[in-house]
């Protein structure tokens, strides 16, 4: 398994990695990947340039459905167990934690109540992100402190899971602060650039996005009246552009700039929940491309071998 931040480069790491081991095939852990038609924004590999090796976990759905973490994994786990079937390896690549620890730690993900979730939606336009997280403090104090300020949406998954379960958010599966032996056999390679390396991948795809004909891709998917899914509005770019074409920002140039600062945001907020897993083998993100693909190797080949 290769993880880290956005703009790491683990796609064409893992393309690269695929290639030279054989019989390899990449499964992606992306949470917005698995939309079909929100393909530049989402930064998927283009069939031209996957060097023929087949990708899954991507094109799961339409941007109008609910996808859910449980889902998620379930599609994942047929994905491996197909592969497994035809003799072939699987690469997994995530930057998603959340869908990583579910596949890696075969979590329980509790399900949802969609008139629940509208009801602390509701709150939480209302009395704001405090209110829940004081809430959240007096039910689960241990998933209030683990949630990071902004992340609404988690504050509200949380009492959503209490409120269903009647159980702490904190007591689903083994607990993200605790990091077990893999229920799937894998070994965990993590890419670490530096920050000033991040910041300057994010500004370069962000302007690679725009040329590609980004603001043309988030038009086409506003003109269906089928609309965007909850899930599916929370991928960076899409919400920035529409909030654009509705008039609630002066200009692209503006929603641009948002959408580099939200993706800066989201790449430190992915290396401090990477960084806390003891299993990830680190090797450093700034090393020159085939330096880079050799100490990967080698860090899936020590002790159990590639997987």
Aim: charge should be positive; glycine fraction near 8%.
């Amino acid at each position: 398994m290769l993880v880290g931040p956005t703009a790491s480069g683990k796609s064409e790491l893992a393309i690269a990695a695929a290639t030279h081991l054989g019989d390899t095939e990449i499964v992606s852990l992306d949470a917005m990947q698995v939309y079909r038609g929100m393909d530049i924004g989402t930064d998927k590999v283009p069939p031209a340039a996957r060097a023929g090796i087949p990708h899954h976990g991507i094109d799961l759905a339409d941007p109008w459905e609910e996808f859910s973490v449980a889902r998620h994994r379930a599609a994942i786990d047929a994905a491996l167990a197909d592969l497994a079937a035809r003799g072939r390896r699987a690469l997994l690549v995530g930057g998603t934690g959340l869908v990583t620890r579910a596949v890696v730690d075969a979590l329980a993900i509790p399900g949802h109540d969609p008139l629940v979730r509208a009801r602390l939606e509701a709150e939480a336009s209302v009395a704001g992100e405090p209110a829940l997280r004081e809430r959240l403090a007096g039910l689960d104090p241990a998933a209030a402190a683990r949630i990071e300020p902004g992340n609404t949406r988690r504050l509200i998954r949380a009492l959503e899971v209490i409120e269903l379960t009647g159980r702490p958010f904190s007591a689903s599966g083994p607990g993200l602060d605790v990091y077990p032996e893999p229920a799937l056999p894998v070994r965990i390679v993590g890419l670490w650039p530096s920050l000033a390396t991040l910041d300057r991948r994010i500004h370069e795809r962000v302007g690679v996005m725009r040329a590609a004909g980004l603001v043309a891709e988030v038009e086409r998917l506003a003109a269906d009246p089928r609309g965007w899914s909850r899930t599916a509005r929370q991928a960076i770019g899409y919400r920035e552009l529409d909030a654009w074409r509705r008039g609630e920002l002066g200009s692209p140039d503006e929603a641009f700039a948002r959408i580099e600062r939200r993706t800066q945001a989201l790449a430190r907020r992915q290396r401090r929940w990477f960084r806390r897993d003891p299993r990830i083998a680190w090797v450093a993100g700034d090393a020159p491309a085939r330096r880079l693909l050799d100490l990967v190797l080698a860090a899936w080949c020590r002790d159990h071998g590639a997987r």
